[in-house]
């Protein structure tokens, strides 16, 4: 994509900020063609502005600062600032306030982010207990036996990345080992393990109003890690789905993007966390595939303080998706692998998206960094997708050299 032109489009006087750090498909392929296509200029404010194509209309920022994120629009007041950066939410939602636009509730923002948080949020609202500990830096992993299995996990983690089942004290106390060799300084989390099919519920809203997009069943890797390795189109039913909006509302999520991991015990949903953007590692741009909408353009529109009855959402969904990743099974550089496919083998779009160049050298993490490319087929029904999707992943192949 040619971002050599930022200003194609659209004038200074209608301009969107953008607020990241490291260059995402979501921005690259996502938002920046959805606001060209609404006549929208883009500013990208980023602290990591030698990471972006050198075409990509990016400035410098202190983006975790709030008062920085005001500064840098001064030149040219937006219309609309937003992020899909679960690191940046808050600040940027200050950011929003502070200039008049339309945004998310900072606090919000700022107890999706924090795993506690959002526990102490659903507690209190009378909706679920999940036993929860946070461990300082610094601080012994005293946990109860009672506990056991557990999950232990950066308190304002993502991507799964130093997210572990542990079965017992001493595992515990090997796991936090090893993450603050790592991490020194960040808070962790042990809290009690949720078992079920881990499920995704995903939405729109305009802060009266929210719309569900619908939802994945997802299928993880071999534990102790949380690695996502297939999902599957699954829209929540209309009791789960009830149950999900009531956690949301008591976590104040109501604005814009919102992405939230579930599973489901006894009839009863349970909360994995919830991410305040987008689904990620281009399920958002698959998702909008699914769905035949311009799905970027509608969070940017409700950004620009549009209601969400404006959106021509889809009533049911008559097609079916299935997204799998292609991971690295260990450490060393990846020697050979199949470039960016997109065809279309009778009534199912096939693709494949590579997730790491060839010839990077990467370590084995058992998270969403091992992943090597995203394969996904949309079509007419289940079967004839899953079908497809064997056949063309059987056609592909991967080569790691340690």
């Known amino acids: 994509m040619d971002y050599s032109r930022p200003d194609t489009g659209g004038t200074d006087g209608m301009r969107l900020y953008l607020t990241a750090l490291n260059p995402t498909d979501a921005v690259l392929d996502g938002f920046l063609p959805a606001a060209a296509a609404l006549g929208l200029s883009t500013t990208v404010l980023t602290d990591r502005p030698a990471q972006w194509p050198a075409d990509a209309p990016v400035a410098r920022c202190a983006v975790r600062d709030a008062a920085a994120v005001v500064a840098a629009t001064a030149p040219t007041r937006p219309v609309a600032l937003l992020s899909n950066s679960d690191h940046l939410q808050e600040a940027t939602a200050i950011a929003a306030r502070k200039l008049g636009l339309p945004g998310k509730d900072p606090d919000a923002a700022r107890r999706c982010k924090d795993k506690a948080a959002a526990r102490r949020a659903i507690a209190a609202a009378g909706l679920d207990l999940v036993r929860t500990i946070t461990l300082d830096p610094g601080a012994a992993p005293e946990v109860p036996v009672g506990m056991f299995p557990a999950v232990v996990k950066p308190r304002e983690g993502v991507a799964s990345e130093d997210a572990y089942l542990v079965a017992d004290h001493p595992e515990l106390v090997a796991r936090v080992t090893e993450i603050r060799g790592r991490r020194p300084d960040v808070a962790l989390v042990v809290e009690e393990y949720l078992a079920g099919e881990l499920r995704t519920f995903e939405t729109l809203g305009d802060g009266a109003a929210l719309a569900s997009l619908g939802g994945w069943r997802t299928s993880l890797g071999p534990p102790p890690t949380f690695t996502e390795e297939r999902l599957a189109w699954s829209p929540p039913a209309e009791q789960a789905s009830t149950q999900l909006r009531a956690r949301l509302d008591a976590l104040g999520v109501g604005f814009g993007a919102c992405h939230t991991e579930y599973v489901i015990s006894d009839g009863r949903v ?100 091992d992943y090597l490319a995203v394969l996904h087929a949309v079509g007419p029904d289940q079967g004839v997708v899953r079908q497809s999707l064997a056949a063309f992943r059987s056609d592909l192949q991967w080569t790691i050299v340690e």
């Open 270 to 369: 349970r909360l994995i966390e919830v991410n305040y953007r987008l689904i990620g590692d281009r399920m958002d741009l698959i998702l909008a595939e699914l769905l035949g909408v311009p799905l970027f353009e509608y969070v940017i529109r409700l950004h620009l303080g549009e209601p969400l009855a404006a959106l021509a959402l889809p009533a049911t969904v008559d097609r079916y998706a299935q997204v799998e990743y292609v991971c690295a099974d260990r450490s060393g550089r990846l020697a050979a692998a199949p470039g960016r496919l997109d065809i279309v083998h009778g009534d199912v779009r096939l693709g494949c998206h590579p997730l790491r160049a060839v010839g990077h050298t990467a370590d084995h993490t058992g998270t969403n960094r």
